[in-house]
Structure formats: C-alpha cells, structure tokens
T-cell receptor, first 114, second 114 residues
Framework: EDQVTQSPEALRLQEGESSSLNCSYTVSGLRGLFWYRQDPGKGPEFLFTLYSAGEEKEKERLKATLTKKESFLHITAPKPEDSATYLCAVQARNYGGSQGNLIFGKGTKLSVKP | KAGVTQTPRYLIKTRGQQVTLSCSPI?????VSWYQQTPGQGLQFLFE???????NKGNFPGRFSGRQFSNSRSEMNVSTLELGDSALYLC?????????????FGEGSRLTVL
C-alpha cells in the first residue's frame, strides 16, 4: 500500500536555528514527490516538486532533497514567518492520468520562536 | 488572478442530513480535485474531475459524490451525514499539463456534523 510518513509531528525552533523535516514514502513507482505549506485556516500552498533521486530544489530558506526512500525539507536560519505545517505528498506511477490524486503525509507542524 | 473559491466556508449540519459544497477553480484551470482533511487522517483524496468527467476516485463510500459543470466549477455532495464526516473539505484546481503535483487549493469548507 502506498503511504507517506512524516517526522517529527511537531518541531519547535528558535529563530536562526536550522533543521530538517523528514518524509519517508513507500509507493509502487514514484511519479513525483511534492512539498506543500499550510497555514492555519488556509489551504495548502505548493512549494516544490521532485521527480528523481538526487534532485534538489531551493526557495528562499527552504531546500528539498530526494532519495529513493525519503525526502528532506531543510530549513536554514528560519524566521517566525516560516511557522506552518509542512506537508509531503507523493504521486504513484499508476496515477491513472489523474492530476490531483496525491497521497499526503500528516505533516510536520513547525513553530519558530523569535 | 483570483484564487480557488469555496463556499460556504463554514456550515453545521445534523446527522442524516445532506450537504452540497461548491468550488470555483482558477480561471483556465480545467481539473478540480477534492480532499477531506481531518486531524486523525490528514488529507485524503476524494475525487477529481476534468471536463465534466470524473477521472479518479478515492476510497470513500458512495455517500460522497461530485460533479463538474461546463465552466469547470465543481460541487461535491455528502448524503446521510455521519459524525465522522466532520472535516475540512478542500478543493484544488490545476492546469491539465501532466502530473506536476502543483495543485492550487482553496481555503476549504469546514463542515461540522452534530
């Protein structure tokens, strides 16, 4: 069964304290792995797509990396505005031509204190 | 460019009733997906529509249904509501350009079943 596990469930950082979030996945052929950010009361906001092992994507203080079994979201020198829940999702090769059929993890709730 | 619009934002129903939720995608987006988000299960895929046709369906009972209109607007319906249907229902739209995983989510409709 395809599934995504994210750890830790919650992470508290001081402003400027770098860390990483983990996303482990098992899927019958990975089509793509995606990171989203969700603020309270809002829908998820797309951050990155990764397609193959070794690929990396960066955006401001965030960098996403991908291996054959997991992905990491590295946060460098975080600021309070980076506080949010970060969601990881995968799409299997047998996605049936469906754009929206993503399997999401339960997320990591990040809190960055000033 | 207007984002994905969902109505209503909040609603309260009682067990046994039915509910209809509406979603207007971003202009030009032809694919609309629906997700259920709960604290225990996270985000779970309900179904996806493209050009008024259901492309894919998640593992939910037949009480959950949807449709898409010619202007790409979509509705989902839940009949015979149960307490466990209390959740945030998210709609996401995307361009039909292959599986990029880049979904644009609305802010959701929060359903409470009493």
């Amino acid at each position: 069964e395809d599934q995504v596990t994210q750890s830790p469930e919650a992470l508290r950082l001081q402003e400027g304290e770098s860390s990483s979030l983990n996303c482990s996945y098992t899927v019958s052929g990975l089509r793509g792995l995606f990171w989203y950010r969700q603020d309270p009361g809002k829908g998820p906001e797309f951050l990155f797509t990764l397609y193959s092992a070794g690929e990396e994507k960066e955006k401001e203080r965030l960098k996403a990396t991908l291996t054959k079994k997991e992905s990491f979201l590295h946060i460098t020198a975080p600021k309070p505005e980076d506080s949010a829940t970060y969601l990881c999702a995968v799409q299997a090769r047998n996605y049936g031509g469906s754009q929206g059929n993503l399997i999401f993890g339960k997320g990591t709730k990040l809190s960055v204190k000033p | 460019k207007a984002g994905v619009t969902q109505t209503p934002r909040y609603l309260i129903k009682t067990r046994g009733q039915q509910v209809t939720l509406s979603c207007s995608p971003i202009s030009g987006h032809r694919s609309v997906s629906w997700y259920q988000q709960t604290p225990g299960q996270g985000l779970q895929f309900l179904f996806e529509y493209f050009s008024e046709t259901q492309r894919n369906k998640g593992n939910f009972p037949g009480r959950f249904s949807g449709r898409q209109f010619s202007n790409s607007r979509s509705e989902m319906n839940v009949s015979t509501l149960e307490l466990g249907d209390s959740a945030l229902y998210l709609c996401a739209s995307s361009l039909w350009q292959g599986p990029t995983g880049e979904l644009f989510f609305g802010e959701g409709s929060r359903l409470t079943v009493l």
